[in-house]
T-cell receptor, first 114, second 110 residues
Framework: ETGVTQSPTHLIKTRGQQVTLRCSSQ?????VSWYQQALGQGPQFIFQ???????GRGNFPPRFSGLQFPNYSSELNVNALELDDSALYLC?????????????FGQGTRLTVV | LAKTTQPISMDSYEGQEVNITCSHN???????ITWYQQFPSQGPRFIIQ???TKVTNEVASLFIPADRKSSTLSLPRVSLSDTAVYYC???????????FGTGTRLKVLA
């Protein structure tokens, strides 16, 4: 158990719909990162939030957006879902600092777009 | 960001020592080398992290030569439950922007 919880665990959506995924970070961690993992691939970095501000983004279109709340929990929103958005979405929490220590990943949300 | 290269897959037998080598030619001075393990449909799990020479914890050792252009994850006496994908990562100093490759798929055989 990493202390990082994600909800829901599974989700089925229709193409064109919007989805919100949630992540509760580990106590004391002020940085949250989101990753997309397609089947058979490594996780791909979507973006990172530090103290409610986005401070790093991967190669994902603007329809992928996020929020971080004062308690450091986070949401990932995806608009206009496409079939290729079907993937495991992972959230990772970590303490921000000069030295990158370990990030704690949640179990992920499996999103299926039909 | 330092790009990493590691073998796509490896097979081993229970009880053997497994060494997975990763190359990271353009690692920066302040970068640390980090290894994660991932089981199917689960989030990656931190194994070990190091900067130079050798680091050991209860599950693995990490060997880093002086030039730091490569590193070797050593898993002593693997068991069937060590079957997983192992990722070598070099995050930029001060960020958690991990660039995952395809990792090394380790299969432990009985």
């Amino acid at each position: 158990e990493t202390g990082v919880t994600q909800s829901p665990t599974h989700l089925i959506k229709t193409r064109g719909q919007q989805v919100t995924l949630r992540c509760s970070s580990q106590s004391g961690h002020n940085t949250v990162s989101w990753y997309q993992q397609a089947l058979g691939q490594g996780p791909q970095f979507i973006f990172q939030y530090y103290r409610e501000e986005e401070n790093g983004r991967g190669n994902f279109p603007p329809r992928f957006s996020g929020l971080q709340f004062p308690n450091y929990s986070s949401e990932l929103n995806v608009n206009a879902l496409e079939l290729d958005d079907s993937a495991l979405y992972l959230c990772a929490s970590s303490p921000q600092g000069e030295v990158v220590t370990e990030a704690f990943f949640g179990q992920g949300t499996r999103l299926t777009v039909v | 960001l330092a790009k990493t290269t590691q073998p796509i897959s490896m097979d081993s037998y229970e009880g053997q020592e497994v060494n997975i080598t990763c190359s990271h030619n353009n690692i920066a001075t302040n970068d640390y080398i980090t290894w994660y393990q991932q089981f199917p449909s689960q989030g990656p799990r931190f194994i070990i992290q190091g900067y130079k020479t050798k680091v050991t914890n209860e599950v693995a050792s990490l060997f880093i030569p002086a030039d730091r252009k490569s590193s070797t994850l050593s898993l002593p006496r693997v068991s069937l439950s060590d079957t997983a994908v192992y990722y070598c990562l070099v995050p930029r100093s001060g960020t958690y922007k991990y660039i995952f490759g395809t990792g090394t798929r380790l299969k432990v055989l009985a």
